[in-house]
Each structure stands twice: as C-alpha cells, then as structure tokens.
C-alpha cells in the first residue's frame, strides 16, 4: 500500500544538490552535512535501495567514491518535496497519476508553468 511521504529537511537538500549540479556527483560532495547519521555513508545506500538515486560508477566498498544521479523519483521528490511509499517492498514511488516520462530534467512535471500566474487585485482605471 503506498504511503504519501514529506522529503525529511535533510535528504531534500542532498538531492536538491545533485539535481543542481546537473552531473553525476560523488557520495562525498552529497554529505552536506557532517553529523553521525552521515559518516558511514549508509545515507547513500538507503538512497539507492529507496529509489530515489542510482549508483552510475560504482565502487566496491567505498559509497563515497561511487557516483550517483537522480532517478525520475528523486528529481521529483526534490521539486515538489514529496513521494509515495510503498511499504511491501520499501521502495519510493512517484505519486498516483504521474508517470516517470513527465518528471523534467529539474523535476517540474513537463508542461508546468514555472512560476504560477497571480491574479490580478486592481484593475486599471481611465
């Protein structure tokens, strides 16, 4: 059964980092943060596991030398904070009704204005 899922404050800022930076990028850039949750690099592991990244160039034992990019999940948990979990088999999922073909490059779903149009309050006169 998926579960709708808010992006923890940390995990969004690492994949907002590699969404940036438009290239694969180390597992060592992606510690943004050092704390104790981050200094194994098991964070990288679980990003890969759940979907959200996939490992590009791997290397055996070290996650901070392997590269990473975004799967169209990750992009689109980066842009609207946001995905589905699936807890049978613990992996993330894009929401109901979006398919991965429309997640962009910078996660927007293609088609989407960028900024939304305000109404207008006042007319002009004369």
């Avoid at 200094?39 to 996939?54: A, N, P, Y």
């Avoid at 699936?86 to 979006?98: A, F, I, K, N």
């Avoid at 088609?111 to 006169?125: D, E, F, N, Q, S």
């Amino acid at each position: 059964m998926p579960v709708l899922i808010l992006t923890p404050a940390a995990e969004w800022q690492q994949l907002r980092f590699a969404l940036r930076a438009g290239r694969p990028v180390y597992g060592s850039e992606l510690r943004l943060v050092p704390t104790s949750k981050t200094k194994d690099g098991v964070f990288l592991t679980d990003l890969v596991l759940r979907g959200l990244m996939e490992a590009v160039a791997e290397a055996p034992g070290n996650p901070w030398a392997s590269t990473y990019r975004l799967t169209p999940v990750g992009r689109y948990a980066c842009e609207y904070g946001e995905y589905d979990f699936d807890t049978e088999t613990s992996t993330c999922r894009l929401p109901v009704g979006v398919e991965a073909k429309s997640v962009g490059a910078t996660g927007r779903l293609d088609g989407t204005p960028k900024v939304l149009p305000v109404p207008t309050a006042h007319k002009k006169r004369g």
